[in-house]
């Protein structure tokens, strides 16, 4: 791949320090597969967010330590409710309806997945143990890369194709107490673990590459196939876009 997309990855924010951050592994893994990460600070501004997009060939919406507000579909915080960061809240809808308009693909990992949903409507279940019967342990521990419980793969997805060996499940590493409950628009399931708690998402529209994975595929991109496959693809993607809207201009 000789052009090297430019693929924007929103940050997080500690409330103690006042400081913007990332893990160093979702940038690390998208220059190993022929990326340029770049940064989103949160600062949920709307010129800002569209004159940044305006440079960037795609989006990955990363993990965070905090929950998405309830407030978004009309629920009040469940007792279990994590914390609340308004700023990355506002600030990762205000780049997913940029990224929409605009075409650009997007990658949400675990929170980015759940953002993803949010913000075509959909909803969440706010606390696993509480809401699902007999739920698997979604909440692994150290070490965080080890895959830990199974899911079941849509036939067909691109999930299935980045694994790469015409298997529909595998294993994979679980760090979360929140899921998908509602779909969002134009969204469908296409991983679930075995309690039935959707571990993966695709858009419905063929010509939109647009994909959520509840796991963390960072942590495990170096040896895991699926992990590895899945950046690979993403990253194609975003440069495939670059050269058709060369083409078409």
Not at 205 to 225: A, K
Request: hydrophobic residues 40%.
């Amino acid at each position: 791949m000789a052009y090297r997309p430019k693929i924007g990855i929103t940050m997080r924010l500690e409330n103690e320090t006042n400081r913007f951050y990332l893990g160093r592994h979702y940038s690390e893994a998208i220059e190993a597969v022929g990326g340029t990460p770049v940064h989103i600070a949160l600062i949920p501004k709307q010129e800002f967010i569209a004159d940044l997009l305006a440079t960037l060939d795609g989006i990955l919406l990363p993990g965070s330590a905090s929950d998405v507000d309830p407030a978004y579909w009309n629920e009040d915080p469940h007792p279990k409710l994590g914390r609340v960061v308004p700023e990355k809240d506002q600030t990762d809808m205000m780049v997913l309806a940029e990224a929409e308009k605009r075409g650009l693909p997007v990658f949400g990992i675990c929170f980015g997945m759940q953002s993803l949903n949010v913000s075509r409507g959909g909803s969440l279940i706010q606390d696993i143990e509480s809401d699902v019967e007999e739920p698997v342990q979604h909440q692994q521990g150290i070490p965080r890369d080890r895959n830990s419980h199974s899911i079941k793969i849509a036939s067909g997805s691109i999930i299935e194709k980045a694994l790469g060996v015409g298997s529909i499940t595998t294993k994979v590493n679980s760090h979360h107490h929140q899921a998908i409950r509602n779909l969002g628009k134009n969204l469908r399931s296409v991983a679930w673990a075995n309690d039935g708690v959707i571990e993966g998402v695709e858009d419905t529209r063929g010509d939109r590459f647009v994909v959520g994975v509840q796991w963390h595929p960072e942590l495990s991109w170096v040896w895991d196939p699926l992990s590895s496959g899945l950046f690979k693809l993403f990253t194609e993607a975003c440069a495939q876009r670059v050269l058709k809207v060369s083409s078409a201009a």
